[in-house]
């Protein structure tokens, strides 16, 4: 190379010395783990919110609004637990929790019924099922499940807020870097991750108000991930396989216009 083609050269990622390229590639390799990570917990954790594998629309709400027509204890009763009753018994306790659980009525009326139908199975040797032969344990499950608490809320909105931003600070840094890209997309993709974190966040706290706006947290994820995908790609893209396969150096600035 001669020194005129030399002084040519301007800044991108194609250009970059070996040094950065290995730096940049380093992080956007253990972002792009990081990110895997992050799915397969919503899939462990949001995803079995109703019971059953793979993130659903009533995992969201479930997650965030919570799955208020009912108590766990009533939802048992009518399901896994419904033959361990007669019906009477079964509906006086299902009364009972929609009444509100008073600690009267348990001891006049509930408590011999889950002395003689429920506490041979839910006792202290139950082997992980909740022991009824404490009234506290089965107190808990007829709260209706209320999903997510603000505090919750509060702590997890602002632990994404300040890391996913930084993610995206260094991503959009290196991606632009690259040359070539239409400004209208280059342009969408570095402010795109911005707006969906925000709506996304939003979305969190509507859907804990609301179960309709479950929709848009998907929304707002999916469109993280689609700017996360394409900074990735072209960046990766023009630091390693660009110049061979132009079969010259990129002489165009992406850092100062042309
Ligand atoms: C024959 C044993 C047996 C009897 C009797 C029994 N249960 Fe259960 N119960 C279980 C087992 C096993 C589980 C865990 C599996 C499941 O959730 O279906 C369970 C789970 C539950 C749960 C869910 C606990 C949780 O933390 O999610 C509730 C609520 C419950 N039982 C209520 C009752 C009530 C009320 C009665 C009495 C009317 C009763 N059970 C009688 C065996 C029993």
Known sequence: MDKSQEIDKKINLCNLGTAIKLLFTGYLSTI?????????QILMTHGMADGKFGLS?????????????????????NGSMKDNASDAER????QWV?????TETY???????????????HNTNGNGIPDFSDYANLQKLTEANQGITYQSLTRVSHIHLFGI????????????????VPK?????????????LVLDIASWWLTKLNPN?????????????????????????????????LKHPDRRSAVFRD
């Open 32 to 40: 792009l783990i990081g990110y895997l990570m992050a799915l397969a």
């Open 57 to 77: 629309l009533n995992d969201i709400v479930y997650s965030y609004y919570g799955n208020r027509s009912g108590s766990t204890l009533e939802q048992k009763l």
């Open 91 to 94: 509906f006086k306790l299902i």
């Open 98 to 102: 929609r009444d509100g659980a008073s």
């Open 107 to 121: 001891a006049k009326e509930i408590q011999p019924i889950i002395q003689s139908r429920c506490v041979l199975c």
């Open 165 to 180: 931003s930084f993610i995206f600070m260094f991503v959009g840094l290196i991606f632009s870097l690259s040359t070539g």
């Open 184 to 196: 209208t997309l280059k342009y969408s993709a570095i402010i795109m991750p911005y707006l969906f």
């Open 213 to 245: 706006f479950a929709l848009l947290i998907i929304l707002g994820g999916t469109g993280l991930a689609i700017a996360f995908a394409y900074m990735w790609t072209i960046s990766m893209y023009q630091m390693w396989f660009m110049e061979a396969i």
